[in-house]
Structure formats: structure tokens, C-alpha cells
Nanobody
């Protein structure tokens, strides 16, 4: 499975941005998808996750109400719509894939994902 993230950039606080992550290889509709981010000097942290059908979603408390994860299985793509961006949202954003189900509707831990994209940088200025 290969992942290609895009959509990052430099924005001002309060702006919106939409990240995309296109997957190739395998059966996208069977995958669990997640977004993580890593700020300078910090560990990679969970941002959002979506289940196979797109209906089950989960968010970190820090982004709940501002970010929305979605997927288009016909396009093999997962999105992260980010609204009301804050300087604290500055980070490299990574998409990730989990190919197998162990009973959860989505997954929030780094170690639960098998494949990772290269990351896309989001910088939010104050």
C-alpha cells in the first residue's frame, strides 16, 4: 500500500485547509484510515480516524469540532477538512492505513497502523 498526502501549506489563524491522501495498492474500501501529526520536537499524535464505510469517525479532543475526516472509496482517498486553524495545529500531517480489523470501528494509536504516507506540512501563522 502506498499513500500520497497533499494539501498542506501556509495559512493564517482562523483559515481552513483540506488535506488529501490518495492510496494505491490493495482494497481501499477495506482499510481503516487515520490522520496523525507531528509538531517540531514532539511525538507523532493522533488527529482523526475513519472506519471502512466512512460513517464511524473519531477525533482527538484538540481538533474535535474543527476538523472533519471523510473518505471517498471510489477515489481511494481520505480527506481531512481543517477549519478554524490555530498556530498549535502547525505540524507535519501523516495519513496512515490499517488493513485488518480486530473489532474496532476505527483506530487511534500509532502502533495500530501499518502503512504511512510521507507527510504534508501545515503551518499556521498567528
Amino acid at each position: 500500500v502506498q499513500l500520497q498526502a497533499s494539501g498542506g501549506g501556509l495559512v493564517q489563524a482562523g483559515d481552513s485547509l483540506r488535506l488529501s491522501c490518495a492510496a494505491s495498492g490493495g482494497s481501499f474500501s477495506r482499510y481503516f484510515m487515520g490522520w496523525f501529526r507531528q509538531a517540531p520536537g514532539k511525538e507523532r499524535e493522533f488527529v482523526a480516524a475513519v472506519g471502512r464505510n466512512g460513517y464511524n469517525t473519531g477525533y482527538a479532543d484538540s481538533v474535535k469540532g474543527r476538523f472533519t475526516i471523510s473518505r471517498d472509496n471510489a477515489k481511494n482517498t481520505v480527506y481531512l477538512q481543517m477549519n478554524s486553524l490555530k498556530p498549535d495545529d502547525t505540524a507535519v500531517y501523516y495519513c496512515a492505513v490499517r488493513t485488518w480489523n480486530s473489532g474496532s470501528v476505527y483506530y487511534t494509536r500509532r502502533g495500530e497502523y501499518e502503512y504511512w504516507g510521507q507527510g504534508t506540512l501545515v503551518t499556521v501563522s498567528s
